[in-house]
């Protein structure tokens, strides 16, 4: 519908960058966050190059934009060559030669320049990085048959995706072996450490963690201690750096005894008191799919019905990605809280200097009122003017927690945000000549002739949070996008409404605010709503080139405003329309679309339609006398170009638009005869029992004004039952 003037609404920006991840080599790279959208959610093991192509990643693509480009993921092994990006852009010359580095030894992505929104500010780019098989020395990793945890994290299954990790075990081997990020000793009972890796293995202890350095490495393992109940110490008979795993794996009859033999003194013993025990415990660990805070709350239900009130505490585990490994842990420490464990300290003799961190004995000491098992925590030795060992200990509980998990119940929240939807109800029209006079440009309607057609789509919104729709047509096999279209005002009909009805009662009523009079659009006809008064509406019937029909309840009212194709097409061509409906969370799938066809006439060059038709001055009459006098009138389709409020309706007199006919059609309904056919000029018919003869029970009438050969879109037509005279006896 003419030219529009291009303006622009916004920008598309591009980013060019090396980020750069962690140290490599590295395994695969699996999931790339834009801000909180996942861009890219396929496995890449190999350095490649991989174009994105997410136009509407952050929402409607006009307004937020995507991600759309090439990135290329280098994953740092030792053969890595230079990026061709990178030495194009940031090569520096050197003895007359432009050098980069090749990065080796160290897991990034270049992008390419790709778009990645329409904000001037590039979204957080957040990347997931795998490595499991692969050693801190580019080797393989170390007791792999035992390293990685979960099948989601399946190092030869490029579509395992889901909870998993890295032993345990590994990662303190590593942290403790590497010169690079660790302590790089490599004087380690490896006998030790493969036994614990068997049992972390066995309990599906696999911990993801992306290290930065930010505290010491003793602390890091130190920490990792705690999520596996464990204990990591130089062994003083060995050198060696061991470890061991707080376990319910001993025998009470079979452990070492500590008596006053041994122990000089005990001191600080000290339990909780009931106050100070924890019924319910919450664990948060991180959600494996989003990476987002997830949590576990359990609840030690005796205590909490002897307490009578919740004493709860929190404690972290983002380490852990497994759910069903956070509510072991989760019962694990909840254990601990909730006992009123004995902890104290023992002043021994120096053949006590064979116990470790971890050991489990029991302590028989009556004279502090000591027969308990405990579990060493700590060992201190003293000096030579003071030879002994203390002993830090508690007493032990602190066995593998073990049960089904069972996860929290859903929430009742729910997205605000509807996904798109296929659009259900909507209605392709060609436009008539009225709205085109009120939209072109005195030049641009100058060009239409009997043939040009200009098509508008309407639709209601499939969701309330539906912002609009991708409009898209099918010319002769090919979509073509058209633009992004709005929804139509509209109301219902609540009851149904005759031919003569002018005032309906409506609910939904989107009118409510809008600038009345306006054109609106009931089946095929169009209507002016000339006011609203609460849910009644006060109407004009069948203006422009539409006759009165009845309508059914909840036949919805359309308001008018055009959201027009701009394309021009040609009567006689059969077109596609469909709408892909746009909400924030996106475009529809073209797939899903509902689609709606019309088969154009030329509606805007027609002749209108004839008005005020009557039998015998009654509308629409089941049957009438003989003879049987017609009367009708016309509409000028130039003259009609006005303000709503102006147009005439169907049940008003008026002039034809110049050279135009009427076709008169009278047709025995029994027999389906013509027995009548002309073209007039005038306003007035008559049939009498000359046409109409005995016999006849029934007629059917058309009229159809024509100018040129060029009919009227809607033709009249009414059947009437025939009353013929009384026959004198």
């Known amino acids: ?88 852009h940031c090569s520096q010359e050197i003895d007359g030669q432009k050098v980069v580095s090749a990065f080796r030894y160290l897991a990034a992505l270049v992008f390419r320049k790709p778009e990645m929104g329409n904000s001037s500010y590039p979204p957080p780019v957040s990347v997931e990085v795998a490595r499991l098989k692969t050693g801190w020395d580019g080797n393989s990793m170390w007791y792999l048959e035992k390293a ?66 930010q505290q010491p490495v003793e602390q890091f393992i130190k920490d990792i201690c705690r999520y596996i109940n464990g204990y990591v110490f130089t062994d003083e008979a060995t050198g060696k750096v061991t470890m061991r795993l707080a376990r319910d794996d001993y025998e009470s009859g079979n452990i070492p005894v500590l008596t006053v033999k041994h122990i000089k003194s ?76 004995m902890t104290c300290e023992l002043y021994c003799d120096t053949s006590t200097a064979v116990y470790q961190p971890g050991d489990v ?69 060609e436009l008539p000549y009225w709205l085109l006079a009120n939209t072109l440009n005195p030049s641009e309607l100058a060009t239409i002739n009997e043939f040009s057609s200009f098509i508008a789509w309407y639709a209601a919104k499939p969701t309330s949070d539906t912002v609009g729709a991708d409009l898209y047509y099918n010319h002769f096999n090919r979509w073509l996008y058209s633009h992004r279209a709005s929804f139509s005002p509209r109301s219902l009909l609540l009851e149904s409404a005759g031919r003569t009805d002018v005032q309906w009662q409506v609910v939904g009523s989107d009118l409510v605010g809008l600038e009345l009079p306006m054109i609106c659009l009931v089946g095929n006809e169009l209507i002016v709503v000339m006011d609203l008064d609460g849910d009644i509406v006060r109407v004009k019937r069948g203006v422009l080139d539409t006759m009165p029909e009845e309508h059914n309840a909840m036949t919805p009212v359309i308001v008018l405003d055009a959201d027009a194709l701009e394309a021009e097409f040609t009567a006689g061509e059969r077109v596609t329309l469909r709408g892909l409906s746009v909400t924030p969370k996106g475009t529809l799938d073209e797939a899903k679309a509902t689609e709606e066809e019309i088969v154009l006439v030329g509606r805007a060059a027609k002749p209108l339609c004839v008005t005020n038709v009557r039998f015998n001055d009654e509308y629409w009459p089941m049957s009438s006398e003989l003879p049987l006098k017609v009367t009708l009138s016309h509409r000028d389709r130039i003259s009609e170009v006005t303000e709503p409020q102006y147009l005439t309706d169907w049940f008003s007199n008026g002039l034809p638009e110049k050279g135009t006919k009427i076709q008169v059609t009278l047709v025995d309904v029994d027999t389906d005869t013509v027995i009548h056919h002309e073209i007039i000029t005038g306003t007035e018919l008559t049939f009498d029992n000359q046409i109409i003869k005995e016999g006849i029970r029934a007629v059917r009438l058309t009229l159809t004004a024509t100018r040129s050969g060029n009919d009227a879109m809607q033709s009249y037509i009414h059947e009437v039952a025939i009353e013929h005279p009384l026959k004198p006896v």
Request: include cysteine; charge should be positive; glycine fraction near 10%.
């Open 1 to 88: 519908m003419g030219r529009k003037k291009r303006q622009t609404v916004g920008y598309r920006w591009s980013w060019g960058q090396h980020l750069v991840l962690c140290h490599g080599p590295v395994d695969f790279i699996q999931r790339i966050w834009f801000g909180e959208k996942v861009g890219l959610g396929s496995r890449i093991a190999n350095n490649r190059r991989v174009t994105v192509n997410e136009p509407e990643l952050f929402g409607d693509r006009d307004q937020h934009g995507g991600v759309v480009g090439d990135i290329d993921f280098c994953l740092g092994h030792a053969s890595q060559g230079v990026n061709d990006y990178l030495a194009r």
């Open 148 to 213: 990685i945890i979960g099948d989601g994290r399946d190092i030869n299954n490029a579509a395992a995706f889901g909870a998993g990790g890295l032993n345990a075990a590994h990662i303190i081997h590593e942290l403790i072996e590497c010169p690079e990020w660790g302590t790089g000793n490599r004087n380690i009972d490896e006998f030790a450490f493969r036994r614990c890796a068997d049992i972390l293995y066995a309990e599906g202890f696999g911990l993801n963690a992306h290290w930065v350095k």
């Open 266 to 341: 005990a001191r600080n013993i000290r339990r909780r008191s009931q106050a100070d025990l924890i019924n319910t415990l919450t664990v948060t660990y991180t959600n494996w799919n989003t990476y987002d805070k997830a949590a576990v709350t359990v609840m030690n239900s005796a205590l909490l019905q002897a307490t009578g009130r919740t004493i709860g505490e929190s404690v972290d585990f983002p380490m852990i990605y497994d759910d069903k490994l956070a509510y072991r842990v989760a019962m694990r420490e909840l254990r601990m809280l909730s006992a009123r464990l």
């Open 361 to 429: 004995v029991r302590v028989v000491y009556p004279k502090a009122g000591l027969n308990h098992i405990v579990r060493i925590q700590k060992k201190r030795r003293g000096s030579l003017a003071n030879p002994e060992v203390k002993l830090e200990v508690m007493e032990d509980i602190f066995s593998s927690a073990t049960g089904d998990y069972t996860p929290p119940p859903p929430s009742n929240w729910k997205e605000p945000i509807n996904t798109p939807m296929p659009i259900s109800e909507q209605k392709v029209v």
